[in-house]
Nanobody, 126 residues
């Protein structure tokens, strides 16, 4: 059983940076990722990374966000730079029951991810 717990959310001004953390257990070599959800909307994929550090990003965050995992610390990270008001959302970490992340295709399908944390809120405003 995989367990995930996010932290690190908060308020930041446009152009600022924030790093989210997700402590995990039972992840093994499974694919892990970050999703976000706007009020009244479906969850959308942000980034995913496999156990070989191969990462994929949605077009809206590519070049601004970086996903990485530290298996020694059992932690998944999402470093977010150049934040925009449109990045304001609830952020969730998630994992698939597979080492294969499937690139941006599976990022577009939250149903491909089995385990979910409870989320951490990010707010970007001046």
């Amino acid at each position: 059983q995989v367990q995930l717990q996010e932290s690190g959310g908060g308020s930041v001004q446009p152009g600022g940076s924030l790093t989210l953390s997700c402590e995990f257990s039972g992840l093994g070599d499974y694919c892990a990722g970050w999703f976000r959800q706007y009020p009244g909307k479906e969850r959308e994929g942000v980034a995913s990374v496999d156990n070989f550090a191969s990462a994929s990003y949605s077009a809206s965050v590519k070049g601004r966000f970086t996903i990485f995992r530290d298996n020694a610390k059992n932690t998944l990270y999402l470093q977010m730079n150049s934040l925009e008001p449109e990045d304001t959302a609830m952020y969730y970490c998630a994992s698939r029951e597979s080492p294969y992340c499937g690139g941006v295709y599976f990022l577009s399908q939250s149903s491909q991810f089995t385990y979910w944390g409870r989320g951490t809120q990010v707010a970007v405003s001046s």
